[in-house]
Nanobody, 119 residues
């Protein structure tokens, strides 16, 4: 099994920056994609950023040029650097691993970290 713990959320003014971290523990046999999702109040959860096993990245259109996903394989961590934050970025941000542990590939989720962008 895989456990994920996010950190780094908080409150920031528009234009500010935050860096989210996700620490993974457990047994990971194969990596497919490592992802950050977010869910704002009253809205569905949406995929914000993806990094593949080959370190290719993909972003939600609204965050392109402002957010950067990265990984540290040695530390079993992924990060989301968020710059030029806007009020519409306010949401709970979730770390997601689509990986293979014991058994077939499946999704693993963290509990989320709140990001609030407000003046």
């Amino acid at each position: 099994q895989v456990q994920l713990v996010e950190s780094g959320g908080g409150s920031v003014q528009p234009g500010g920056s935050l860096r989210l971290s996700c620490a993974a523990s457990g047994t990971i046999l194969s990596i497919f994609t490592l992802n950050w999702y977010r869910q704002a109040p009253g809205k569905e959860r949406e995929l914000v950023a993806t990094i593949t096993s080959g370190s290719a990245t993909k972003y939600l259109d609204s965050v392109k040029g402002r957010f950067t996903i990265s990984r540290d394989n040695a530390k079993n961590m992924i990060y989301l650097q968020m710059d030029s934050l806007k009020p519409e970025d306010t949401a709970v941000y979730y770390c997601n691993y689509f990986v293979q542990s014991y058994g077939g590939p499946r999704d693993y989720w963290g509990k989320g970290t709140q990001v609030t962008v407000s003046s």
